[in-house]
């Protein structure tokens, strides 16, 4: 039996060091520093990663204070049965990148598909989406911080709370605001947009609300945060390059807007909801089993 009080306990203490231990040292960075000396331009990488790795941190050290122990860590890879689970992180990303790539020169681009590939054949754009993807395992450690925090403790401790659907909801909503910091700093749309900040927060609530679904489905699916770790990787490093492959047609100068980019994120917003609709599923057979 869940002992929910407990349970809200510790993913109160949890939300609260997962904010303080990012937050703290990015608003003193950022007031020091300025955020693109220490942060974009990777200067300062010790720090950065006390910024990435804070839900990592908040895991481990409200389990110690909680005095919970490590069962449902997910710190185990699985790799057996759930192969393709790791290919589904990687390849959902691939089709992602090429469908948004599509999209915004169907809007944007005025049907102008002849710039697509930037001038590559067809061999040559997969060796360039091949070698793109194959750091993306490596660059899983810049995301670990993240997926063993949300994942790997926020939704394991939320969903018996509020359920599937309030976990993805409100989870994302946190995760979202999480990165408030760096938003409000220019880190995801710049500063130079109507609407700054708020309108960027929101954004980055939306997002980060349809991909938790992808991402929460892999570890519940494999037991494991690595699914994750690895397709929030490949997001964050491979997909807009993959993207970028298959945009023609849009003037140079042209500046894309937060609306603008969020209905380019359609295809992965619908590819997410698949996602969802596959692990509520799993969770009716569970409850009927």
Same mark, same amino acid.
């Given at each position: 039996?869940?002992?929910?009080?407990?349970e809200?306990?510790?993913?109160?203490?949890?939300?609260?060091?997962?904010?303080?231990?990012s937050?703290?040292?990015?608003?003193?960075?950022?007031?020091?520093?300025?955020?693109?000396e220490?942060?974009?331009?990777?200067?300062?990488?010790?720090?950065?990663?006390?910024?990435?790795?804070?839900?990592?941190?908040?895991?481990?050290?409200?389990?110690?204070?909680?005095?919970?122990?490590?069962?449902?860590? !997910? @710190?185990?890879?699985?790799?057996?049965?759930?192969?393709?689970?790791? !290919?589904?992180?990687?390849?959902?990303?691939?089709?992602?990148?090429?469908a948004?790539?599509?999209?915004?020169?169907?809007?944007?681009?005025?049907?102008?598909?002849s710039?697509?590939?930037?001038?590559?054949?067809?061999?040559?754009?997969?060796?360039?989406?091949?070698?793109?993807?194959?750091?993306?395992?490596?660059?899983?450690?810049?995301?670990f911080?993240?997926?063993?925090g949300?994942?790997?403790?926020?939704?394991?401790k939320?969903?018996? !709370?509020l359920?599937?659907?309030?976990?993805?909801?409100?989870?994302?909503?946190?995760?979202? !605001?999480?990165?408030?910091?760096?938003?409000?700093?220019?880190?995801?749309?710049?500063?130079?947009?109507?609407?700054?900040?708020?309108?960027?927060?929101?954004?980055?609530?939306?997002?980060?609300?349809?991909?938790?679904?992808? @991402?929460?489905w892999?570890?519940?699916?494999?037991?494991s945060?690595?699914?994750?770790a690895?397709?929030?990787?490949?997001?964050?490093?491979?997909?807009?390059?993959?993207?970028? @492959?298959?945009?023609?047609g849009?003037?140079?100068?042209?500046?894309?807007?937060?609306?603008?980019n969020?209905?380019?994120?359609?295809?992965?917003?619908? @590819?997410?909801?698949?996602?969802?609709?596959?692990?509520?599923s799993?969770?009716?057979k569970?409850?009927?089993?």
């Open positions: 039996m869940i002992n929910k009080k407990l809200a306990k510790r993913l109160v203490i949890f939300i609260l060091l997962a904010f303080g231990i937050w703290i040292p990015a608003i003193i960075m950022n007031s020091v520093f300025g955020y693109h220490w942060f974009e331009t990777y200067k300062m990488p010790f720090f950065a990663l006390i910024v990435g790795f804070g839900p990592a941190l908040a895991n481990v050290i409200t389990r110690k204070l909680t005095h919970e122990g490590w069962n449902n860590s !997910l @710190l185990h890879l699985k790799l057996k049965g759930n192969l393709k689970y790791y !290919l589904i992180a990687i390849l959902s990303v691939v089709a992602m990148g090429i948004e790539g599509v999209l915004a020169t169907i809007i944007y681009g005025k049907y102008d598909f710039d697509i590939g930037g001038g590559m054949n067809f061999m040559q754009i997969v060796g360039n989406v091949t070698l793109t993807l194959s750091v993306v395992p490596l660059m899983a450690f810049n995301t911080g993240e997926e063993f949300w994942r790997g403790y926020m939704n394991q939320m969903e018996p !709370l359920g599937t659907t309030g976990t993805v909801i409100v989870g994302g909503i946190i995760w979202g !605001l999480w990165h408030a910091e760096l938003t409000v700093a220019g880190h995801n749309f710049g500063t130079e947009y109507d609407g700054y900040p708020y309108l960027g927060i929101l954004a980055m609530c939306i997002t980060c609300t349809f991909l938790g679904m992808g @991402l929460m892999l570890t519940k699916k494999t037991g945060i690595y699914p994750a690895i397709m929030h990787a490949a997001i964050n490093f491979g997909g807009k390059s993959i993207g970028k @492959l298959f945009i023609s849009i003037p140079e100068n042209y500046s894309p807007t937060i609306l603008d969020l209905i380019v994120s359609i295809p992965t917003f619908m @590819l997410c909801l698949i996602f969802f609709a596959l692990m509520i799993d969770k009716q569970e409850k009927k089993a």
